[in-house]
């Protein structure tokens, strides 16, 4: 079932400032943040003692001011990165409420990173480090929708074929007869979030969810 939503209220659901839950994703893992804290540190000594030495003249303001965004740039840049990928939904001209159910459970193993490293007689090997990732298919009555993916735990391994779950469609057509995207979805019978970027403000996706659904039953 697919109930479009008024105007407004993707963007009361999906925000164009990062929010919390946004910002700890977009941090990434402990490397992608080791790589911001370089950069930060890096750009901002250099840029402030450039601005220390162009006190006097003009330009000492601007380095200066540079120089403190690039120390800031651990905490700008995710929330820049959120802002951004938020804005892909956002920019769709027809989101609506989908209820459906989970049409199939798969699991696959993705490849997350490579790297090379020495084996026990100093010869390089290539190494691949694996993640298993859980994809469900969407249906309703009029049929397949779409998949969501993320990655896998073990909380994950209660979701079965037939639970109930909703989520946002979006799609560059008001009839909604090609899907661009789905967001992040809710099993509320498993009282569980899924997907692999929170999209949406959920406490205020359930709450449309009672509202919209609950007036149609």
Request: aromatic fraction near 8%; include cysteine; proline fraction near 5%.
């Amino acid at each position: 079932m697919l109930i479009p939503l008024r105007p407004g209220e993707l963007q009361r659901l999906i925000p164009a400032v990062a929010t919390g839950n946004q910002f700890r994703v977009s941090l990434g893992k402990p490397q992608e943040v080791l790589q911001r804290l370089m950069v930060a540190a890096i750009g901002g000594v250099i840029t402030l003692l450039i601005s220390q030495s162009q006190m006097s003249s003009r330009w000492g303001p601007f380095w200066l001011v540079t120089g403190v965004v690039f120390l800031l740039y651990v905490l700008w840049g995710p929330i820049l990165q959120a802002g951004q990928r938020n804005a892909t939904l956002r920019r769709y001209p027809a989101a609506a409420l989908f209820e459906g159910e989970v049409a199939d459970v798969i699991t696959r193993e993705r490849i997350e990173n490579r790297h090379e490293q020495a084996d026990s007689r100093g010869r390089l090997e290539l190494v691949e480090n694996r993640r298993t990732w859980m994809l469900l298919e969407l249906e309703d009555e009029e049929g397949y929708l779409g998949r969501v993916a993320f990655p896998m735990d073990k909380k994950h391994q209660s979701i079965r074929r037939g639970s109930l779950i909703r989520c946002l469609v979006l799609s560059e057509r008001k009839d909604f007869s090609k899907i661009g995207a789905l967001s992040d979805a809710w099993l509320p019978g498993l009282k569980m979030w899924v997907g692999e970027y929170p999209f949406l403000l959920r406490p205020a996706f359930e709450e449309l969810c009672q509202l919209r659904l609950n007036s149609r039953r």
